[in-house]
């Protein structure tokens, strides 16, 4: 396995898969873990995350630096991201307790309740485009829960999953969080190990559907977090300057890999050309360059295929009639902010999940019309709509098929909100109280004199 550079295409680090033995040896590790970190109690489990957090924080600019040369994302950004992986190790540590409190049902027993038992060593299988946080997301509730996990990372990002396991080791908790250096292939064969009791994915639909099959075949549970297509809802009304910056951000932060990116920007036909100029303006200043630099926003995709990849979802839809607006250039890696109009719902770049710096822009008449366009998606992860009309958004909230709604906002994930969506973007919640019930068994206890 290697990391190469996308900016430099430079070989960076060379991994050795982790050997059958091995595999069996972390696996039984994990599981004798799981039997005395779950009688752990939560005072202590907040100490170690809280130690995990403190020394993020203090490697967080040679961490930021690793994961940028690993997949591209710009340096500022990488920072950030390390900052929110100590932010959700603060919240579990603050809340868990509260969140696994056992729940009293009144009943005719003398006494009932629900409590909520860890489950045992979780895989998580997680992605490259945010290295750090998607696994932290997971883990964290995880491990407070009381289960142990194992981590099998993107094949591009292994050292920025051996730095996230020295953060984890060096708070004491090696052997309840250990991270495998393995290919996918190996994948099925440990979620059928009986060790294993539950299995998490953040990654695209056939991984979610193959995942899946394996899972339930062997009846364990599993999370799948498999993308989206966002939209982007502008009224008229819309505070104008505010709107255009964060749909800026909500498409290409990240170089636009992102699943929660808005990808689909619907305006409202009497704006359109005005707002598209104003956007045009704002895509054009955005910065390009070398990942490293501080000044830089847009950086290379992780991979030069994937680049490829997103070229030709564009030059299909362009075939079909779609007008390059602004960008639509590949050189290796990079991929230039691009902004395509007479878009229809039966392109690639309406359909299908566009993992790069391309926004498609599409007007509407009405707001029945918009609720029908951003439903036209088989995705469901999430939507922002931009008006001063709070009414009106809040009227629309219950017709959109979508995971979650953010008004005058680009979606995001915070870890006091539910994470996850609908249709094929998934199922199950990460995050906030429900990201931590995930993976417990809810007993019910029922005591009658």
């Not at 779950?38 to 490697?59: C, D, H, L, N, P």
């Not at 696994?135 to 094949?155: C, D, E, Q, Y």
């Amino acid at each position: 396995m290697k990391s190469i550079n996308p900016y430099t295409n430079e070989l960076l680090f060379e991994h050795h898969e982790d050997s059958a033995e091995k595999i069996h040896q972390v696996i039984e590790k994990s599981h004798q873990a799981f039997l005395s970190w779950r009688k752990t109690g939560f005072e202590e489990r907040a100490k170690k995350i809280m130690k995990v957090a403190q020394f993020i924080e203090k490697e967080k600019n040679e961490f930021a630096k690793i994961m940028t040369l690993e997949m591209g994302k710009p340096i500022s950004q990488s920072i950030a991201e390390i900052e929110k992986c100590a932010w959700v190790c603060e919240y579990y540590a603050e809340n868990a307790e509260k969140f696994l409190e056992p729940k009293s049902i009144e009943t005719d027993a003398q006494k009932s309740y629900i409590r909520y038992d860890a489950l045992g060593v979780i895989l998580g299988i997680m992605p490259w485009n945010y290295p750090f946080w998607q696994v932290f997301r997971f883990a964290i509730p995880t491990l407070m829960a009381g289960n142990t996990v194992l981590l099998k990372h993107a094949s591009n990002v292994m050292q920025s999953s051996k730095n996230i396991a020295k953060a984890f080791e060096y708070a004491g908790l090696g052997e309840i969080f250990q991270a495998l250096i393995i290919s996918s292939e190996k994948i099925e064969k440990i979620i059928k190990n009986p060790r294993i009791k539950g299995v998490s994915l953040t990654g695209s639909k056939p991984a979610g559907s193959a995942i899946a099959k394996i899972a339930g075949e062997e009846i364990k549970p599993s999370l799948l977090e498999l993308g989206g297509s966002n939209a982007l809802v502008v009224f008229e009304d819309c505070n104008w300057d505010s709107t255009l910056e964060t749909i800026v951000n909500a498409r290409f932060q990240n170089t636009g890999q992102s699943c929660i990116a808005g990808k689909r920007l619907l305006i409202e036909e009497s704006i359109f050309d005005s707002f598209l100029k104003a956007l045009k303006i704002k895509i054009e200043n955005l910065k390009s360059g070398d990942p490293l630099s501080s000044e830089t926003y847009i950086g290379t995709l992780a991979r030069e295929d994937l680049a490829e990849d997103l070229e030709k979802q564009m030059k299909k839809s362009v075939e079909m009639g779609a007008e390059i607006l602004i960008g639509g250039k590949r050189n290796a890696a990079y991929f230039e902010p691009t902004l395509l109009t007479n878009v229809t719902t039966e392109m690639p770049v309406f359909q299908e999940e566009t993992f790069g710096p391309l926004l498609i822009a599409v007007p509407f008449k009405n707001e029945n019309e918009a609720i029908d366009l951003v439903n036209a998606s088989d995705f469901g992860l999430g939507c922002s709509l931009f008006t001063q009309n709070l009414d009106r958004a809040e009227r629309m909230i219950s017709e959109l098929n979508e995971g979650a709604v953010f008004i005058n906002e680009l979606v995001k994930s915070d870890p006091r909100l539910p994470f996850g969506g609908v249709g094929i973007s998934g199922y199950g919640r990460e995050l906030s109280e429900d990201g931590i019930l995930s993976f417990v068994n809810k007993k019910t206890v029922f005591l009658k004199a």
